[in-house]
């Protein structure tokens, strides 16, 4: 018995060793883990309290690098406008922003946004607006539309304006929005199914030929006060109807060039009293007729060709809209997403992993 003592001991004694053994090890990997958890979660926290050029650099590298701060307001701002309440812009609407961006990095582009009218809040959560504060010379403001049009022939009209009864409000109301603006304060104005491939700043009091013996006002760039402008404010209450398509905007701005140059025709490129009516290849190098050449294959030498003479390129959203893009394709259009807006072209391949091909 008395030999049995010392055994039970030592077996006693190796039982608490390696019961300590085993404790000491498991707190070690569960102080590790917990370790290497609060370290990851420190870390995602870190990121996302990083300054918002950082978290761009991180997440967007193809975006370019801007100076310390915003340029300087300066004349020749870029505008672009959105109408309607809608507050999800669509892959295309933040192409034609960031390729214009991108092309004019020392000048202010300006997104006026209806929805933002009545907000008192900041803008909401979409992935969009988060891209576009990677860019210092964007800013998004309220489209206040009674401010916007005070001092000009177009204030009696929208106060008396038909709203819910015209067939195509919304694009009058463009329409009235792009010339107030360019009389208001000058620049450019482009709407938002352009994709930007030059800069535009040596163009003045200028805008397109669409087609034969007809002008768009998808592009405009003109002086402040300019008496162009002015001339198609007075026509376009004076002359007023907003039940036929076109008359308030591409036929408006023809009658008014006709008028203000004494001609019964529009050649291919002409220019009088100072406000010049650019060539069809300019910005309309693909016609609205053949809008789904857009989306076929292309390739880079058929794209530099067409593009020489091309300050910016017009989708024909209206016609378009819907259409799915193969966006990693030799289309057209992928190939200027990919070549002008590169940061919006990465999140739609992003987005195509986990969904068929964005329509654009």
């Given at each position: 018995?008395?030999?049995?003592?010392?055994?039970?001991?030592?077996?006693?004694?190796s039982h608490r060793l390696g019961a300590l053994f085993i404790f000491t090890v498991s707190f070690v990997f569960f102080a590790s883990v917990m370790f290497s958890w609060r370290t990851g979660e420190d870390a995602e926290s870190q990121l996302y309290s990083l300054p918002t050029q950082s978290r761009c650099e991180l997440l967007l590298p193809s975006l370019p690098h801007p100076t310390a701060s915003r340029p300087s307001p300066s004349p020749g701002n870029v505008f672009f406008v959105e109408t309607s309440e809608r507050m999800d812009p669509s892959y295309?609407?933040?192409?034609?922003?960031?390729?214009?961006?991108?092309?004019?990095?020392?000048?202010?582009?300006?997104?006026?946004?209806?929805?933002?009218?009545?907000?008192?809040?900041?803008?909401?959560?979409h992935w969009g607006f988060s891209l576009l504060r990677c860019f210092p010379n964007v800013e998004i403001?309220?489209?206040?539309?009674?401010?916007?049009?005070?001092?000009?022939?177009?204030?009696?009209?929208?106060?008396?304006?038909?709203?819910?009864?015209?067939?195509?409000?919304?694009?009058?109301?463009?329409?009235?929005?792009?010339?107030?603006?360019?009389?208001?304060?000058?620049?450019?104005y482009l709407d938002t199914d352009f994709i930007v491939l030059?800069?535009?700043?040596?163009?003045?009091n200028?805008?397109?030929?669409?087609s034969q013996d007809v002008l768009n006002g998808a592009f405009l760039s003109f002086k402040p006060k300019h008496e162009y402008m002015e001339l198609c404010m007075k026509d376009f209450v004076d002359n007023y109807n907003g039940w036929i398509w076109a008359h308030q905007g591409p036929d408006l701005l023809t009658r008014v060039f006709k008028k203000w140059c004494s001609i019964s025709n529009i050649q291919s490129t002409m220019s009088c009293k100072g406000v010049s009516a650019l060539p069809p290849e300019a910005f309309y190098p693909i016609p609205w007729q053949d809008w789904k050449k857009l989306f076929e294959a292309t390739s880079p030498l058929v794209l530099h060709k067409l593009l020489e003479n091309t300050y910016a390129v017009h989708v024909w959203n209206k016609l378009s809209h819907g259409t799915r893009l193969e966006i990693t394709s030799q289309a057209l259009l992928a190939q200027l997403y990919s070549q002008f807006c590169p940061a919006t072209y990465a999140k739609m391949k992003k987005d195509l992993e986990e969904q068929p091909g964005p329509a654009v």
């Open positions: 018995m008395s030999n049995c003592l010392p055994k039970l001991t030592m077996v006693l004694l295309l609407f933040m192409c034609s922003v960031e390729s214009a961006a991108r092309m004019h990095p020392g000048t202010r582009v300006v997104v006026l946004m209806k929805g933002l009218a009545n907000r008192n809040t900041s803008l909401p959560k403001w309220p489209l206040d539309l009674p401010e916007l049009f005070s001092g000009t022939p177009l204030a009696k009209w929208y106060l008396q304006a038909q709203q819910h009864w015209e067939p195509y409000f919304l694009p009058v109301l463009s329409d009235a929005c792009r010339i107030a603006i360019m009389w208001k304060f000058g620049g450019i030059k800069n535009l700043k040596n163009l003045t200028a805008l397109g030929i669409q």
